[in-house]
């Protein structure tokens, strides 16, 4: 009887730390994450870009959201005790990326604003334009910037040809004039591919640029699009990212790609998605 009582100890203590294991490796410590030089956590906030990129102790945030994830954005940066961005990106004016721009310029000290090189027509860009007015550190980008931030490497890649893609007749181009931004930590390369549509992968195929990269935020919210698997394929990142909603979730036939090319892909749906490194490997987790 005492041997049976063993037993059965020992299996529910086997249960026990194997759910916890799970657990690691499902969901990350902030305790753990912070130990890392490089920490990408890509916000919850729906079919919606919010990205916040620390490097040591330097800040990035790349796009914000719509109008209605400023406090929910605001909240996370200042828990994690940040007052001062080092960096602000929009990378196009659509209002899922652009929606809380002029609130974090307001609330924060920032050092550079970047955006694209043109005019939106949509009301959050107004707003992002005022708040930026005379600020000296905001500039818009028209050819290939190259900063730091900490000790890694970034590059900011504009449309190459503008032109290409805005129209009289057509107002719908702000995604095709996204910045897309190449991040370089050690071994290890992140690229954030704002909302590229298939002109704008097609076009930047043709450029002299090697797209390779170990980490990709992939364009768009994970929709599909002919031109997406031949950049996936020329990029042959080991990680994606996606950031969606539940009424807009990854079309099925960019996670049937991701997985044809054994890449591992990670959404927002239920939580952040955190990336750490220490310039040698990467870790994605769910977050809180």
Not at 41 to 59: E, M, N, P, Q, W
Not at 61 to 85: F, N, P, Q, V, Y
Not at 149 to 159: D, H, K, M, N, V
Not at 214 to 231: N, R, T, V
Request: aromatic content about 10%; hydrophobic content about 40%; glycine content about 6%.
């Amino acid at each position: 009887m005492k041997s049976l009582i063993r037993k059965i100890a020992a299996a529910v203590l086997c249960l026990f730390m194997i759910s916890l294991l799970c657990g690691c490796a499902e969901n990350t410590d902030a305790d753990v994450t912070s130990s890392y030089p490089v920490e990408i956590t890509a916000f919850s906030v729906g079919k919606a870009d919010a990205v916040l990129v620390r490097v040591d102790d330097s800040y990035m945030l790349i796009d914000s959201g719509e109008s209605d994830d400023a406090e929910k954005i605001i909240s996370e940066l200042k828990e994690r005790g940040i007052t001062h961005l080092d960096c602000f990106q929009v990378t196009h004016f659509d209002k899922d990326h652009v929606g809380s721009a002029s609130a974090i310029v307001e609330t924060f000290d920032i050092d550079s604003i970047f955006y694209a090189d043109y005019e939106g027509t949509r009301s959050e860009y107004f707003e992002f334009m005022e708040a930026i007015s005379g600020n000296a550190g905001a500039k818009a980008i028209s050819e290939i910037t190259r900063i730091t931030l900490g000790s890694a490497s970034l590059t900011i890649y504009p449309a190459s040809d503008p032109d290409e893609f805005v129209s009289d007749d057509d107002t719908e181009y702000d995604n095709e004039l996204s910045l897309v931004t190449v991040m370089e930590y050690g071994e290890k390369v992140f690229l954030f591919g704002g909302d590229a549509e298939k002109s704008r992968l097609k076009q930047m195929l043709t450029q002299d640029v090697s797209w390779d990269c170990d980490w990709i935020k992939l364009p768009h919210h994970g929709k599909y699009c002919k031109a997406l698997k031949s950049f996936l394929e020329a990029a042959s990142p080991q990680y994606s990212v996606m950031t969606v909603s539940s009424d807009e979730p990854a079309d099925d036939e960019t996670l049937e790609l991701l997985s044809q090319l054994g890449i591992e892909s990670y959404d927002t749906l239920d939580s952040d998605i955190v990336t750490v490194s220490d310039g040698k490997t990467i870790s994605v987790y769910a977050g809180e």
